[in-house]
């Protein structure tokens, strides 16, 4: 694969944006296992030619057209979609069309770089003449991942709502398996009932997702959760409980953070990485928030223009919060029914806590204000240790490490920084081996939540 230089900078609508699907193949890049593929099947389910993208085959690629100084997800996406369509130029050979495909990125407004990725892998794509009619598709968080202009417009409602069924399910899903295989009867039986219970979880939706299918999944939950309970070694003494922060890419990325929560696990710990829900959930919060005080700007300086868009902001962010936080508390509820999993929180907590702290707001957006609060949450509530994942130089990250670092060294609760940048680190091993001794210890001398 070789490209040629960019020389056209300015960005197509057609190209790049909220593109329509129509009948597209539709490329998903990989983040988190049980979400992708849940959500890939559920869009089938809408006529949507859904398909997750193999990941980190591509690694070469991604760093071939990359600088390096991008952020990690970006070259690891980035590759995930060069090696896909490569492999589609040799399946096809010359029926390949790249005007056939569409790339899903969605993107932020920052402050960090997150809305870059799609520009940039716009800029790689259009170096290539034969790439130039691959289109990006992106939802974008200031309308808290809308899926209007991209799906056709029956469907807008019934697939966010869907999608998000989707997402939660993922998430209890995760906390399922991360709940059962430290305790497992024989190694392996973990991992074996989670790939079929994705296989049959994505079944139904692919089925019934677009026609009501919150009773059916939750029929094939029940079920699922009860045989994974049977797995579990009741005389397996309770371990170290570890939480997880950080970047949601890196968190949620096996490869990328070279299975760390594999590697935590085989030296003692059961672990909760922070859900994807959190993230899905914090876009809409932080809308509502601020459509909240342009409302109070609005009416102090009395401009009823000002007002009357607050008030539509507020409802076009507020009631979708209200509807993912209850379907994940109904979803979760039901779920621990069946197995003790950890609960996932509110962001207006994680609000609470930073305001009561005083050592962070959430006047400044991105994961660090919610990885800070987390990570205190976890330093109060039961937890033996905490890991925040990031990749290398990420700002956010970096912000939570600078403020929370001396913080739990005052509290003398276990904390480990583990950045990733594709590189093997040669200590990685000996810090996390250090950090679940601590974890051991905090562990002995206070106990652990339930
Ligand atoms: S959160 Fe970190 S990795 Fe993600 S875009 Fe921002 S700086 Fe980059």
Redesign the pocket.
């Known amino acids: 694969m070789e490209a040629i230089q960019a020389t056209d900078r300015q960005f197509s609508s057609k190209t790049i944006g909220r593109i329509r699907l129509g009948h597209s193949k539709f490329l998903i890049p990989d983040m988190n296992r049980a979400t992708t593929h849940l959500l890939a099947a559920t869009l089938r389910s809408f006529d949507i030619d859904a398909h997750v993208l193999p990941t980190y085959k591509g690694l070469d690629f991604g760093k071939k057209f990359t600088s390096g100084k991008e ?4 070259l690891v996406t980035l590759g995930d979609l060069l090696y896909f369509i490569e492999e589609e130029k040799q399946r096809l050979g010359k029926a390949f069309q790249s005007g056939r495909y569409v790339f899903f990125m969605p993107e ?1 407004e920052g402050p ?6 799609n520009k940039y892998q716009r800029l790689v794509l259009d170096s290539f003449p034969e790439l130039r009619e691959l289109r990006i598709t992106a939802a974008t968080t200031t309308d808290g991942y809308s899926p209007e202009g991209i799906f056709d417009a029956e469907h807008v409602r019934s697939s966010k709502k869907a999608a998000c069924l989707a997402m939660v399910l993922g998430d209890v899903m995760d906390r399922f398996i991360w709940r059962v295989r430290p305790y497992e009867k024989a190694p392996g039986r973990t991992d074996a009932l989670a790939g079929q219970a994705l296989h049959r979880l994505a079944g139904v939706l692919e089925q019934h997702g677009a026609d009501s299918p919150l009773d059916r999944v939750l029929r094939e939950l029940d079920e699922i959760l009860a045989e994974g309970r049977a797995i579990i070694d009741s005389r397996v003494a309770p371990k170290p409980r570890i939480g997880i922060v950080g ?4 968190r949620m990325h096996q490869d990328s953070n070279q299975d760390l929560i594999r590697v935590l696990e085989r030296y003692g710990a059961e672990v909760v990485n922070a859900s994807m829900g959190e993230w899905l959930n914090y876009v809409s919060y932080d809308g509502l928030r601020q459509a909240r005080r342009k409302l109070r700007l609005g009416l102090k300086l009395l401009r009823p223009p000002q007002v009357k868009s607050a008030i539509k902001e507020i409802l076009s962010f507020g009631i979708p919060l209200l509807y993912q936080e209850r379907l994940q508390k109904q979803v979760f509820k039901r779920a621990r029914r069946r197995i003790d999993i950890a609960a996932d929180h509110k962001i207006g907590n994680l609000e609470k806590i930073l305001k009561q702290s005083g050592v962070f707001s959430f006047d400044i957006p ?2 660090a204000c919610l990885s800070i609060p987390g990570i205190m949450h976890c330093a109060c509530g039961g937890y033996n240790g905490v890991v925040n994942v ?2 290398f ?5 970096t912000t939570t490490s600078a403020v929370v670092r001396p913080l739990m060294h005052e509290w003398r609760f276990p904390y480990l920084d583990t950045p990733y940048d594709g590189s093997c680190q040669p200590n990685r091993e000996a810090a996390i081996r250090t950090f679940m001794y601590q974890a051991e210890q905090h562990l002995a001398r206070h106990g652990r939540g339930t």
Do not use: V
């Open positions: 952020c990690y997800p970006c932020s960090c770089r997150f809305g870059m990725y970047e949601i890419f890196l991105t994961e990031y990749p130089a990420c700002m956010p990250s």
